[in-house]
């Protein structure tokens, strides 16, 4: 399979706290011979900044190049805007960019600009200026439905200026790649080459979970059985607190426990936060590493993912975590977005919060060695490996 020059830029942090598809990706393109620069947002001094300072990932050589190179061998550029006028910033991360390319990269290999960031201020220039072979669009998320206030990076675009910034990046990309059913069908208005390309999850990382189970963190530990819990952002937008809520005052017997970031609150966020106050069975624990991921899930008896059915979900939403739940062995209860549909014997589709209360019950009831098995299968199935595979295999077929 050929090599390629690959400059990502992305819509999400290297050192996001939990790896998201972007870094899943870029990782493995890395360590099959790939040269992968990845590009994170542009990012104003402050609140993000300091966040990553505190996490000490920035030493004093870094603050000075905003360059470092991952544990994978892919570099990471972390461009920081000195002012808060994109027109004028954008044009020195092109130029850093450039420089960095020039440095990274070999000239017999193809270059591959994959867009992640389709909300990135100024993105034009970026297409215009930088060199190129092909021009990948990566689509994971229905970013025009994300809420402006929720917005990570204040430099994000919104409203009618993204949606027509998203439509003339799909229309001029070479291939583009969707990860939800409602995603294909909305940019395939743009460009025939569309392709549905599922989020899947880490199979090798979480398919031996079983063995950790003397492992599981004290915070946890402490909480009684069975524990129900969730893994990953609990943003208002798109997590759905009112059925939590009904879900556990329905079953006073289980513990639900709740681990993951809330929007832009740091790590001393509480339950109330959440709008969880007062349920003495729904425990919330704050963001966890994603290196220890897999303790936390040695010790959950089922996983659930209470997403609420709205433009954002339904019309672009694959969690990732599904398919993590899978390879881990353990039942999966679900709200009823389109993605799950394939995956229905396998998962526990709810389409009623009485539904989903009721699956919670049969999830923990039911499991079986069988069923753990068959669940392991489908992720063995729908792992990233497979999936950078195919994504190679589309672009080098579409040259």
Not at 49 to 60: E, F, M, N, T
Not at 284 to 300: D, Q, S, V, W
Request: hydrophobic share 40%; with cysteine; glycine share 4%.
């Amino acid at each position: 399979m050929k090599k390629y020059n690959i400059v990502c830029l992305s819509n999400q942090l290297w050192d996001f706290p939990n790896w998201t598809n972007k870094r899943h990706v870029m990782s493995r393109l890395s360590k099959l011979g790939h040269n992968v620069l990845f590009v994170d947002p542009p990012i104003n001094f402050g609140k993000v900044l300091l966040a990553q300072v505190k996490r000490k990932l920035w030493s004093i050589r870094r603050f000075f190049t905003q360059c470092k190179v991952s544990d994978c061998g892919a570099a990471v550029y972390t461009p920081i805007n000195l002012l808060p006028l994109s027109f004028i910033t954008s044009k020195f991360h092109i130029k850093k960019i450039r420089k960095l390319s020039r440095k990274q990269f070999t000239n017999k290999n193809e270059t591959i600009l994959w867009i992640y960031h389709v909300q990135l201020a100024d993105l034009k220039s970026y297409l215009d200026r930088l060199e190129y072979d092909i021009l990948v669009y990566d689509c994971v998320d229905n970013y025009g439905a994300i809420p402006e206030e929720k917005a990570f990076f204040r430099t994000n675009i919104f409203g009618e200026e993204l949606k027509v910034q998203e439509r003339s990046l799909t229309t001029r990309a070479n291939i583009v790649f969707a990860s939800a059913p409602g995603l294909v069908d909305k940019l395939k208005n743009y460009n025939k080459k569309v392709y549905y390309t599922p989020n899947v999850g880490d199979y090798k990382r979480f398919k031996d979970v079983v063995n950790f189970k003397d492992q599981v963190p004290e915070d946890l530990k402490s909480i009684p059985r069975p524990r129900v819990g969730m893994l990953g952002s609990l943003d208002e937008y798109k997590f759905d607190a009112k059925l939590v809520r009904e879900v556990a005052s329905d079953n006073l017997e289980v513990s639900f426990v709740l681990i993951g970031q809330i929007a832009l609150k740091d790590k001393n966020a509480t339950i109330n936060d959440l709008g969880l106050g007062g349920l003495k069975n729904v425990y919330y624990l704050g963001a966890k590493p994603y290196e220890n991921k897999h303790l936390y899930m040695a010790g959950f008896d089922a996983e659930m993912i209470p997403y609420k059915l709205n433009d954002y979900t339904v019309g672009g939403c694959f969690p990732v975590k599904f398919h993590d739940s899978l390879a881990a062995g353990l039942p999966v209860i679900v709200t009823n977005l389109p993605a799950y549909a394939p995956f229905e014997e396998v998962s526990y589709i709810s389409k009623t919060p009485e539904e989903f209360s009721k699956n919670i019950r049969k999830a923990l009831d039911e499991d079986t060695p069988a069923r753990i098995k068959a669940r392991q299968a489908v992720a063995k199935e729908n792992d990233w490996e497979g999936k950078v595979k195919k994504m190679l295999e589309l672009i080098e077929y579409d040259e």
